[in-house]
Every structure is written in structure tokens, then in C-alpha cells.
């Protein structure tokens, strides 16, 4: 897949949704409507901005981009003393990415460093609070990451007793924190700082650097934004179906999410994990957090998800509309789904992270 294409800015498309009531805890009105949002962008993006000034101080990601990079200035020899990826080790749909990493996962009872994803976490030990923080900031995104996943239990209508059983599912997230460094492509490169992909699970919280025209996001022609009714079509590219690559750059104060292949199945087929890629132009550090199911969770098309569709069915038929069936998603258990993916990812064949 080349980079070419039509680019357009999405700071007019995607919606800016402020999580607020839901830390706060007392606006039960404020709760509803930020669960209509956070619904309704994922019907129709698969990404939102989520505005966390009420939960996250802004000195915090500036300390933990700081803490990156002195990661990133140590000599390779001590990087690769942790869960360290070399640049264009992690490979996505068969090409070389052009980034750095370091992988932190949730901790396991019984750590087997053969296990392919069952290691110990190796922090670095020679940067003071660097394991202080950003264990700190996974705490943070764990609690966020089941705000969202209770917001959007509401945002399908699901009952008291449904939201406790999906929670069940997700309660001891296999979370995983990747910290990215991107060197800056030359404007004359046509590879990617990482290339075009769905994330496999459930929630991506990532805080973005303040590096412009770096994240983009696919959008199918039937959702182009109506603030931009003369883009072009972009061509298609190895079988991606047509429609245009936006941007989303930072928005201070706000997180960048986006749904996993696992919502999809939830909701069998409802939302959509959408497709995106980083062309990096920069030189700064970007930490997604992946808030993922328990890794024995059975995940299966929700009842509630099935009850939309029904409507959705009903008033189709009311309007003589012929649409296509619904496709019905199989279950799968997240851990077997993870490991078949990330075998892949690298060069190396060590199936870390993407």
C-alpha cells in the first residue's frame, strides 16, 4: 500500500466527547448523553477524541514523554535489556515499520519467558520514576478504560445485569502499554512509521504527541464528512474498499480512542474496528495504552447489539429498503485471538505487540 491518497484533516469529523460525568460521578444526565456520544461516534467512526481535563493533568504525559525519551537516548545495548523493538522489527501487513518501542503487559502469577506473551515486564532500571509513573498512568487508564466500557454498555442500551457480565469480561484486563518513539520519515519516503492496521482488542487510549498529520484513519466513502463534500476518492489499495485517509491530530486535554476487533464482535458487526496508520514526520514519543478482555473471556455478539439490529431489520422493512443479512460473528476466546495475531508482527518471529 502506498501513502498516497487523498489526506484530508478530520478536526471537524471526528467528535470531541467529555468523559467528565463519568469520573465525576454525580450527573446522571451528563452520564447519559456522553454514552449517546461515545455511541454514536462508534456507529459511525470507530474513533473519538475523549476529552480527560477533568482526570489527567496536563504535566502528566508532558513527565512521561520526558521519561520516554531518556529511555530512547540509552545506548541500544541497554534498551534491548527490556522489551525493547529495534527500528522496523515490528512489521505490519508484511512491511518493515519505521518506529521503536518498548512493551509493558499485565503482570502474570506464573511468568514463563517461552510462553510467547508470559514474560516478566523489564522496566529500565537506571531512569528514576520511570516505573513509578507509568505504572501510575496504567492505573489511570485501567479506571478509564471501564468508564468507556460502562458508557458504551449504556450507549447499546444494555440492562443493569448485561453491563455485569460484559464487566466480567474486562475486569482483569490483559492490558498492554506500548511506549513508540518515531524517528521522522524524509518527506521523500513512502513507507510508514507504522502501517495500516485494525488493533485486535477491545479499547486504544492513546496520548499523541503534539506532532501534526501523523495518525490517520480510513474512512469508507459512505462516511466522508459532509465538511468536506469535494474530496477526492482514493484509489484502491490491496483490497481496502474505497473512500479517504483523514488525520487526526492532538486535541489538548484529549485521549484519541479507538474500538478493537473485539467490539466488533460484541456487537457483531455494529461498530467496526477501523483501519488506521502513523506517518511520523516528527521526532517525538506517542504511548498507547490497549485496554483489552480478561484473556480467558469468551467474547460473543451481545444481546443488546441484537436488539438494534432487530429495529434496524424492522424499519428496513418498513421502508421496503432490501438490505444485505447481517453477518453473524463467531465467538472466539481473546487469548487464543491475540496469540495467533501477534505471532506475525515482527521480524524476529518473537510475536510481540502491533
Not at 20 to 45: K, M
Not at 111 to 138: H, M
Not at 334 to 354: E, I, P, Q, R, S
Request: proline share 7%; with cysteine.
Amino acid at each position: 500500500m502506498s501513502s498516497g491518497g487523498d489526506v484530508v484533516k478530520a478536526a471537524s469529523t471526528l467528535p470531541i466527547i467529555n468523559i467528565a460525568p463519568w469520573i465525576e460521578g454525580h450527573d446522571h444526565h451528563g452520564r447519559l448523553s456522553t454514552a449517546a456520544a461515545i455511541h454514536a461516534a462508534c456507529l459511525e467512526f470507530g474513533f473519538f477524541y475523549l476529552d480527560v481535563t477533568s482526570y489527567i493533568p496536563p504535566e502528566e504525559p508532558e513527565e512521561l514523554s520526558r521519561l520516554a525519551r531518556e529511555f530512547f537516548s540509552l545506548p541500544q545495548g541497554r534498551r534491548t535489556r527490556s522489551r525493547y523493538q529495534r527500528l522496523k522489527e515490528n512489521v505490519t501487513m508484511g512491511k518493515a515499520d519505521n518506529h521503536e518501542a518498548i512493551d509493558f503487559y499485565r503482570p502474570v502469577e506464573t511468568p514463563d519467558k517461552d510462553k510467547l506473551l508470559w514474560g516478566e515486564n523489564q522496566w529500565p532500571p537506571t531512569i528514576p520514576e520511570f516505573r513509578e509513573k507509568y505504572e501510575a498512568w496504567i492505573n489511570k487508564m485501567k479506571t478509564l478504560g471501564l468508564f468507556v466500557m460502562h458508557a458504551m454498555a449504556i450507549g447499546l442500551g444494555m440492562t443493569d445485569a448485561e453491563w455485569e457480565e460484559l464487566k466480567g469480561k474486562v475486569d482483569d484486563s490483559f492490558w498492554v502499554l506500548r511506549i513508540i518513539g518515531y524517528p521522522p520519515l524524509p518527506n521523500d519516503d513512502d513507507g510508514f512509521s507504522c502501517g495500516a492496521h485494525k488493533d485486535y482488542g477491545c479499547l486504544t487510549l492513546l496520548c499523541a504527541d503534539p506532532t501534526c498529520g501523523a495518525l490517520q484513519v480510513f474512512l469508507p466513502q459512505q462516511f466522508l464528512a459532509v465538511e468536506n463534500p469535494g474530496a477526492s476518492i482514493m484509489a484502491r489499495e490491496e483490497g481496502i474498499e474505497e473512500g479517504i485517509w483523514v488525520t487526526v491530530d492532538p486535541v489538548p486535554g484529549c485521549l484519541v480512542v479507538n474500538i478493537g476487533e473485539m467490539w466488533e464482535i460484541w456487537t457483531n458487526g455494529l461498530y467496526k474496528s477501523t483501519l488506521h496508520r502513523v506517518i511520523h514526520r516528527g521526532s517525538n514519543y506517542r504511548f498507547p495504552f490497549f485496554f483489552e478482555p480478561n484473556f480467558d473471556a469468551v467474547v460473543a455478539p451481545l444481546a443488546a447489539a441484537g436488539r438494534i439490529q432487530e429495529d434496524q431489520d424492522i424499519n428496513s422493512r418498513k421502508r421496503r429498503v432490501v438490505d444485505q443479512p447481517n453477518k453473524t460473528y463467531e465467538p472466539t476466546v481473546y487469548g487464543n485471538f491475540l496469540l495467533k495475531k501477534v505471532g506475525g508482527n515482527f521480524a524476529t518471529g518473537g510475536g510481540k505487540y502491533d
